[in-house]
Structures are given as structure tokens and as C-alpha cells.
């Protein structure tokens, strides 16, 4: 009994984890940083992480927001009060904008 509930657990964690969009392949684990939403900007504005690193980006806004870099990632619409993950494997400056409002920017660094 506890060990399916344990991989049930495991299970839902692999779907969570593995739905989200994706900058490269991924090199290596490491934890996860993240990205707010907030006030029609992306905070911090330029985030710099290690390669293989996952990025949530979470809405803290009261209406919808994309972060999108065309031909790399795109995390569709996050819904006020959801997140998206991004996994970055590959070294490089990732800048990135909300494809509903244009002029929200940010930028995430990889090394």
C-alpha cells in the first residue's frame, strides 16, 4: 500500500516536471530557480543559472502572461496563480518577452 502511493507520488511528480518546455538538452540536474510574474514584469529581469538548470516562471499577476523565446521555448499561457517550467541545457543568453504583452522582457543567462 505504501509503496503505491509512493509511486503514484513519483509518478505525478514526473508529469509535472516533465510537461514543461525546453531551452537545449538538458546537460545535467541542479535546483530549480525561478521567475515572478508580477506587476506586467518578469522579476528578476535577467536571471543567470547553471546549464541543466530549470526555470519556473510563475504568475503572481491577475490576468495571463507567456515567457517566450521563438525557436527555443515557449511556456504557453500561465494562468494567474500557475507556473511553467523551462529546463535551459545549453550554455548562452536566452532573451525571452509575454507574447500578449510585448513589452514585458526579460533575459536568463546560462554559464
Known amino acids: ?3 503505491t502511493a509512493a509511486a503514484a507520488v513519483a509518478l505525478m ?3 509535472f516536471w516533465g510537461g514543461g518546455a ?3 538538452q538538458t546537460a545535467s540536474a ?3 530557480k525561478s521567475v515572478d ?6 522579476r528578476p529581469g535577467t536571471l543567470t543559472v547553471g546549464a541543466g538548470t530549470k526555470v519556473v516562471f ?3 499577476s491577475g490576468v495571463s502572461h507567456t515567457a517566450t523565446r ?3 521555448f515557449n511556456t504557453g499561457r500561465i494562468k494567474p496563480g500557475k507556473s511553467a517550467t523551462v529546463h535551459f541545457g545549453q550554455k548562452g543568453t536566452f532573451a525571452y518577452h509575454c ?3 510585448s513589452f514585458m522582457r526579460g533575459k536568463v543567462v546560462v554559464n
Request: proline share 0%.
Open 13 to 15: 511528480l514526473v508529469g
Open 37 to 42: 510574474i508580477k506587476n506586467f514584469a518578469f
Open 22 to 24: 525546453s531551452a537545449g
Open 99 to 101: 507574447t500578449i504583452h
Open 70 to 72: 521563438a525557436g527555443d
Open 58 to 60: 510563475t504568475n503572481s
Open 30 to 32: 541542479s535546483a530549480a
Open 1 to 3: 500500500m505504501l509503496a
